[in-house]
């Protein structure tokens, strides 16, 4: 079992920057292929971003490529996402996802979830 508890989400104006992080915790949440889902409203979950077990492999959505960096921190068991030149169309409730046999952008693949964090960005 994983835990997943994500933070910093928030209000910014279009061009700002947010750092969301998702701190996992349980017995196998060292190894374990992390990303970042979002969600807007009337709108299906979409992929993001994610990396692998060993924060090497990194895959992101061609929407956020450029703008958005997916990092991890091993020790801490914690991954962030550093999200610069904020558009409106990146407001949406952001989920972090564990759990995937390998680094997908299929939401199906992923066992475990964080209750989300909103980002908004206001033009």
């Given at each position: 079992q994983?835990?997943?508890?994500e933070?910093?989400?928030?209000?910014?104006?279009?061009?700002?920057?947010?750092?969301?992080?998702?701190?996992?915790?349980?017995?196998?949440?060292s190894?374990?292929?992390?990303?970042?889902?979002?969600?807007a409203?009337?709108?299906?979950?979409?992929?993001?971003?994610?990396?692998g077990?060993?924060?090497?492999?990194?895959r992101?959505?061609?929407?956020?490529?450029?703008?958005?960096?997916?990092s991890k921190?091993?020790?801490?068991n914690?991954v962030?996402?550093?999200?610069n030149?904020?558009?409106p169309?990146?407001?949406a409730?952001?989920?972090?996802?564990?759990g995937?046999?390998y680094?997908t952008?299929?939401v199906d693949?992923?066992k475990y979830?964080g209750?989300?964090?909103?980002?908004t960005?206001?033009?």
């Amino acid at each position: 079992q994983v835990q997943l508890v994500e933070s910093g989400g928030g209000l910014v104006q279009a061009g700002g920057s947010l750092r969301l992080s998702c701190a996992a915790s349980g017995s196998t949440s060292s190894s374990v292929v992390m990303g970042w889902f979002r969600q807007a409203p009337g709108k299906e979950r979409e992929f993001v971003v994610v990396i692998g077990r060993r924060g090497i492999s990194k895959r992101y959505a061609n929407s956020v490529k450029g703008r958005f960096t997916i990092s991890k921190d091993s020790a801490k068991n914690t991954v962030y996402l550093q999200m610069n030149s904020l558009k409106p169309e990146d407001t949406a409730v952001y989920y972090c996802a564990a759990g995937s046999n390998y680094a997908t952008n299929n939401v199906d693949q992923y066992k475990y979830w964080g209750q989300g964090t909103q980002v908004t960005v206001s033009s």
